[in-house]
């Protein structure tokens, strides 16, 4: 399967432990996403990697999260402390580098904060 | 980017075209309409865009009206799989972000034997 690939699927956790997902995108695309969506909303932007340079961050994007991607192919993206809202799908995506390449989305890494 | 307003939800008999509807009235000259569409937990995948001409590939058609404010994304014969949420969103081509895309809360569509 050479599509966006993300690990763990599924974690549980206790309010505040740590959490870090992986993502791992196709391999040609230098642009990866990083998304969260909460039950029955669409999926927020969180951040926008271009190779290994993080260009972009939204305003959900706390203290307490922190995305890399280091060699400018697989990312992570860790949550400190974690609290009960944070509890949602984390999605990854990534593209080529046009100006209309669609976005391939993973199959998300799904959080539960107890 | 401009917003998009879409149908809450939507039905469908098996088999029978389906036609989504998305307006976006305040779209300019330079954005993209981007259709995606959401199985249950999946991540969503993209499935058709335009600029202003009508636009067909193996998955749907997409269909712009001349004045670009509003669009339909048709699938031609609905299937049971074809039940997901279904999202409209208008991106232009040079966004600080990448290809990033801005989803709202999109239409979920039913398709029913």
């Known amino acids: 399967d050479t599509g966006v690939s993300q690990d763990p699927r599924h974690k549980i956790t206790k309010r505040g432990q740590n959490v870090t997902f992986r993502c791992d995108p196709i391999s040609e695309h230098n642009r990866l996403y990083w998304y969260r969506q909460t039950l029955g909303q669409g999926p927020e932007f969180l951040t926008y990697?271009?190779?290994?340079?993080?260009?972009?961050k939204s305003r959900l994007l706390s203290d307490r999260f922190s995305a890399e991607r280091p060699k400018g192919s697989f990312s992570t993206l860790e949550i400190q402390r974690t609290e009960q809202g944070d509890s949602a799908m984390y999605l990854c995506a990534s593209s080529i580098n046009t100006a209309t390449g669609e976005l391939f989305f993973g199959e998300g890494s799904r959080l539960t904060v107890l | 980017d401009a917003k998009t307003t879409q149908p809450t939800s939507m039905d469908c008999a098996e088999g029978r075209a389906a036609n989504l509807p998305c307006n976006h009235s305040t779209i300019s000259g330079n954005e993209y309409v981007y259709w995606y569409r959401q199985i249950h937990s999946q991540g969503p995948q993209y499935i058709i865009h335009?600029?202003?001409n009508n636009e067909t590939n193996e998955m749907a058609s997409l269909i712009i009206t001349e004045d670009r404010k509003s669009s339909t994304l048709i699938l031609p014969h609905a299937t049971l799989r074809d039940t997901a949420v279904y999202y409209c969103?208008?991106?232009?081509?040079?966004?600080?972000?990448?290809?990033?895309?801005?989803f709202g809360g999109g239409t979920r569509l039913m398709v029913k034997p």
């Open positions: 335009g600029l202003k």
């Open positions: 969103i208008v991106r232009g081509a040079n966004n600080n972000a990448g290809n990033m895309l801005t």
């Open positions: 990697f271009q190779n290994e340079a993080q260009l972009e």
